[in-house]
């Protein structure tokens, strides 16, 4: 079965600064990969898609990577602010068109 | 408001009890979900519901039933739960294309405690 490694379960940076969350997946290789902000008592929030033809996306000052060789995803925040806190959820398609969640990076901005 | 909403928004049952989830979406979608959350876990996809057949359960045990009456509602029936099935319990709605699932559209979830 898939499985997904988010390079760390929580990050810390300073405000303004870029904010990089990693993730790793393994066996197989995903049609597309999703990204979600997660904050706490709440769903999940749906931020960003790129497709396994797709290098990279990127929506304001969020900015999504897509390597299929090395099987990684960069998801990038640029110019961060404090309400960009929560948890990151990577979500690739599992082989079914269903999506497989990581167990996430709880960033925090500091001010 | 995400257009997928959940009740109740906190369950505390008893193990011998019967209850009820209920979700539903107001957007229009095809596709319908019911995911699990425990702490330090990641999100567990239990159902999925296309054109409300179940066309997913992720080796779900029986205590988990599903109803998808219409489109546009999901139900979660719990009877026998252990103290393990304490969780969130997240209910997503999408749109299904010939691509795939696109965005999933989160409600904000039943946290469930189970005694």
């Known amino acids: 079965s898939q499985k997904i490694e988010q390079n760390s379960e929580a990050l810390n940076i300073q405000e303004g600064k870029t904010a990089t969350l990693t993730c790793n997946y393994t066996?197989?290789?995903?049609?597309?990969l999703q990204w979600y902000r997660q904050d706490p008592g709440r769903g999940p929030v749906f931020l960003l898609l790129?497709?396994?033809?797709?290098k990279e996306k990127r929506k304001e000052r969020l900015k999504v990577t897509f390597d299929t060789t090395l099987k990684q995803s960069l998801f990038h925040i640029t110019a961060s602010q404090p309400a960009d806190s929560a948890t990151y959820l990577c979500?690739?398609?599992?082989?079914?068109?269903?999506?497989?969640f990581g167990t996430g990076t709880r960033l925090t901005v500091i001010p | 408001e995400t257009g997928v909403t959940q009740t109740p928004r906190h369950l505390v049952m008893g193990m011998t009890n019967k209850k009820s989830l209920k979700c539903e979406q107001h957007?229009?979608?095809?596709?319908m979900y019911w995911y699990k959350q425990s702490a330090k876990k990641p999100l567990e996809l239990m159902f999925v519901?296309?054109?409300?057949?179940?066309?997913e359960n992720n080796s779900v045990p029986s205590r988990f039933s599903p109803e998808c009456p219409n489109s546009s509602h999901l139900f979660l029936h719990l009877h026998t739960l252990q103290p393990e099935d304490s969780a969130l319990y997240l209910c997503?709605?999408?749109?299904?294309?010939?691509?795939?699932?696109?965005?999933?559209?989160f409600g904000s979830g039943t946290q469930l405690s189970v005694l």
């Open positions: 979500a690739p398609e599992d082989g079914a068109n269903n999506l497989f």
């Open positions: 957007l229009g979608h095809n596709a």
């Open positions: 790129i497709r396994e033809n797709e």
């Open positions: 066996n197989y290789s995903p049609a597309y």
């Open positions: 997503a709605s999408s749109q299904a294309d010939r691509r795939g699932h696109e965005k999933l559209f």
């Open positions: 519901y296309n054109f409300k057949e179940q066309t």
